[in-house]
């Protein structure tokens, strides 16, 4: 079974490959630095050859509604179009939980990603497609996105984020299974407040700002209900606490990575 991981230089994407080689199955990484570029086309036909999956990870580096959805709906046309052509018989992509709700309330990058899925589901080729909560990994971002001055400025949405090696298990495992032709929600073990989860990663990280609570504060341009982040009753709950992760060698790593 050969896999395609498109975006798979990036943070989920170079585990997504590692763990699908570990199953001794062939996989290319297709990215922008590896002469592929799903956006343009560049390098698609034959990274695709011979395919049985394609696995989507890759991300639109606008998150306002107008530059993510042409950043999504190109790519994701154009995966769709060489992936048939090749005779790909899987399809795999990464979003988020939330999705379709953000989707319908507030619009923005929520509403690309929606009619990415839209797309997917509308496309010939079986799918599946993986909702995940917010990575870790990602808290710092989630901070620098909501700071003001010395304060980062957050809502109290409740939140059941992962780890990004448990993201990329998820993904990877989904790959090499069966396609679902519907959506497998992802998450981590325990619930948090936004605003403390982030609290704790700056504590962590003995970064100096302080978390504020702020009812009106928004989340990447949208407002969050107190649950439009949490996943479903099915979800599959995966095992990296946050606790854990905070002690543990990715976030020491993580750390190298975005600071070093």
Same mark, same amino acid.
């Given at each position: ?13 170079a ?9 001794g199955?062939?996989?290319?990484a297709?990215a922008? @630095? /590896?002469?592929?570029?799903? !956006?343009? %086309?560049?390098?698609l036909?034959d $990274?695709?050859? #011979? *395919?049985n ?18 950043f999504f709906?190109?790519?994701?046309l ?16 990464l979003s988020?939980v939330g999705?379709d ?29 993986v909702h @995940? /909560?917010?990575?870790?990994? !990602?808290? %710092?971002?989630?901070?620098?996105? $909501?700071?003001? #001055? *010395?304060?980062v ?8 984020p ?5 993201v ?12 679902e ?5 992802f ?36 407002n ?7 996943p479903?009753?099915?979800v599959?709950?995966?095992?990296t ?6 002690? #543990?060698p ?11």
């Open positions: 079974m050969k896999v395609v991981v498109v975006g798979g230089t990036g943070l989920i994407g585990r997504v490959v590692r763990i699908i080689a570990g199953h199955h062939p996989v290319v297709a922008r @630095a /590896t002469g592929v570029n799903s !956006f343009t %086309g560049e390098g036909e $990274a695709l050859s #011979g *395919a999956v394609v696995v989507d990870v890759s991300n639109s580096s606008y998150t306002d509604e107008e530059g993510a959805r042409e709906e190109t790519s994701t154009n995966l769709l179009t060489y992936g048939a052509a090749a005779g790909v018989g899987h399809h795999v992509a988020v999705t709700r953000l989707a319908a309330s507030e619009r923005g990058y929520f509403r690309a990603k929606f009619e990415q899925e839209q797309l997917i589901k509308a496309a010939n080729t079986p799918f599946t497609i @995940a /909560t917010q990575f870790f990994e !990602f808290l %710092g971002s989630i901070a620098d996105e $909501a700071t003001h #001055g *010395a304060h400025r957050l809502s109290r949405a409740m939140v059941q992962m780890a990004a090696d448990d990329a298990s998820a993904v990877a495992n989904v790959a090499i299974g069966a396609p032709n519907g959506i497998v929600e998450a981590g073990p325990d619930v948090f407040t936004l605003d403390d989860l982030v609290a704790r990663r700056l504590e962590a990280q003995r970064d100096s700002r302080s978390v504020v609570a702020d009812p009106l504060a928004r989340y990447f341009g949208n969050l209900g107190e649950d439009e982040l949490l479903g009753a099915g599959v709950i995966t095992p606490r946050f606790e854990d992760w905070l002690k #543990g990715a976030m020491r790593q993580h750390l190298i990575t975005t600071e070093g």
